[in-house]
Nanobody, 115 residues
């Protein structure tokens, strides 16, 4: 089992920045891939960014150049630095872990970007 706890969400003005954190209950080295997803009201959950155990990253086109995913294996934590936030980035952001063919989810943290 992997437990994930997100933090760092909140209300920010358009153009501002936030950093989300996700703490894992197990060693990050045992997790194949960490990712951030988001779900806006009325929309499906979508992949925002992912980072592999080897450090390879991938981003949704809508956030490229604005968001950065990173991981600190010593702290068992993955981060999502979000800059130049837009109103359309408003959503609940979920941390996700893929380990031994199993997917694990956090409970989510709300990010609200005011126009």
């Amino acid at each position: 089992q992997v437990q994930l706890v997100e933090s760092g969400g909140g209300l920010v003005q358009a153009g501002g920045s936030l950093r989300l954190s996700c703490a894992a209950s197990v060693s990050m080295l045992s997790i194949n891939r960490m990712a951030w997803y988001r779900q806006a009201p009325g929309n499906q959950r979508e992949l925002v960014a992912l980072i592999s155990n080897g450090g390879t990253t991938n981003y949704a086109d809508s956030v490229k150049g604005r968001f950065t995913i990173s991981r600190d294996n010593a702290k068992n934590t993955v981060y999502l630095q979000m800059n130049s936030l837009k109103h359309e980035d408003t959503a609940v952001y979920y941390c996700n872990a893929f380990r031994d063919a199993m997917m694990y989810w956090g409970k989510g943290t709300l990010v609200t970007v005011s126009a």
